[in-house]
């Protein structure tokens, strides 16, 4: 058999990954299989183990090749000294929830991440990866939460620290509520008022929620 051309290999590695978030999907992570994803993908199982260790290095590839919104908050924290930092946050926030919202792919990933995906001790790696993504963002909305206050955007009396986390947690709860039922409203429509909301009471001095 002619061996296959870097092209074509990189053809089939992308295929398996595509029907990996299909499968997931479709599935959840813990009961989908490798022949699952072969069958999906058009290949042998031979040809995953030509690209991957394991079920465990799929899910890993496949959560790994998506930008995922969390990652947007963590990149962007150089800009936290902006003469706006509060319009700066605001924008990356509905920017997050309407990339979401707009992106089949980014929307899979997150949808097997938050509902179709036990964090067993097989995905420790991807775990701890997530929990540094988690703690870099809230400590880089801190940073835009205090530049706010040091430009008079916030109250001076704003807890920043608390403000971060219910920030993050505000963001990605809206995210998971939306993937559990796309229909249920509009989110890259509504990413605007809903962000503006939120931040409208911290301008307040008021506790959101």
């Given at each position: 058999?002619?061996?296959?051309?870097?092209?074509?290999?990189?053809?089939?590695?992308?295929?398996?990954?595509?029907?990996?978030?299909?499968?997931?999907?479709?599935?959840?992570?813990a009961?989908?299989?490798?022949?699952?994803?072969?069958?999906?993908?058009?290949?042998?199982?031979?040809?995953?183990?030509?690209?991957?260790?394991?079920?465990?290095?799929?899910?890993?590839?496949?959560?790994?090749?998506?930008?995922?919104?969390?990652?947007?908050?963590?990149?962007?924290?150089?800009?936290?000294?902006?003469?706006?930092?509060?319009?700066?946050?605001?924008g990356?926030?509905?920017?997050?929830?309407?990339?979401?919202?707009?992106?089949?792919?980014?929307?899979?990933?997150?949808?097997?991440?938050?509902?179709?995906?036990?964090?067993?001790?097989?995905?420790?790696?991807?775990?701890?990866?997530?929990q540094?993504?988690?703690?870099?963002?809230?400590?880089?909305?801190?940073?835009?939460?205090?530049?706010?206050?040091?430009?008079?955007?916030?109250?001076?009396?704003?807890?920043?620290?608390?403000?971060?986390?219910?920030?993050?947690?505000?963001?990605?709860?809206?995210?998971?509520?939306?993937?559990?039922?796309?229909?249920?409203?509009?989110?890259?429509?509504e990413?605007?008022?809903?962000?503006?909301?939120?931040?409208?009471?911290?301008?307040k001095?008021?506790?959101?929620?």
């Open positions: 058999m002619a061996r296959k051309t870097p092209e074509e290999a990189r053809q089939t590695y992308d295929a398996i990954l595509d029907a990996a978030e299909v499968v997931f999907c479709e599935q959840g992570v009961r989908a299989s490798l022949c699952d994803i072969a069958s999906a993908a058009g290949v042998t199982r031979g040809a995953i183990y030509g690209h991957f260790r394991n079920k465990v290095d799929v899910f890993s590839r496949m959560y790994e090749r998506v930008h995922l919104p969390i990652e947007r908050l963590v990149e962007a924290g150089a800009d936290s000294q902006a003469s706006d930092p509060l319009g700066r946050l605001r990356l926030l509905v920017k997050v929830l309407q990339d979401t919202a707009r992106d089949p792919r980014q929307r899979r990933v997150l949808e097997i991440l938050y509902h179709k995906c036990e964090m067993t001790p097989e995905l420790g790696r991807l775990v701890e990866h997530q540094g993504l988690r703690a870099r963002a809230i400590d880089h909305t801190r940073r835009y939460l205090h530049s706010a206050v040091a430009c008079g955007q916030l109250p001076a009396e704003t807890d920043c620290e608390r403000a971060a986390v219910g920030v993050h947690a505000y963001v990605t709860g809206l995210i998971a509520n939306w993937l559990f039922d796309p229909a249920s409203f509009d989110l890259s429509a990413a605007e008022p809903l962000v503006g909301w939120y931040l409208a009471a911290l301008e001095g008021d506790s959101p929620g």
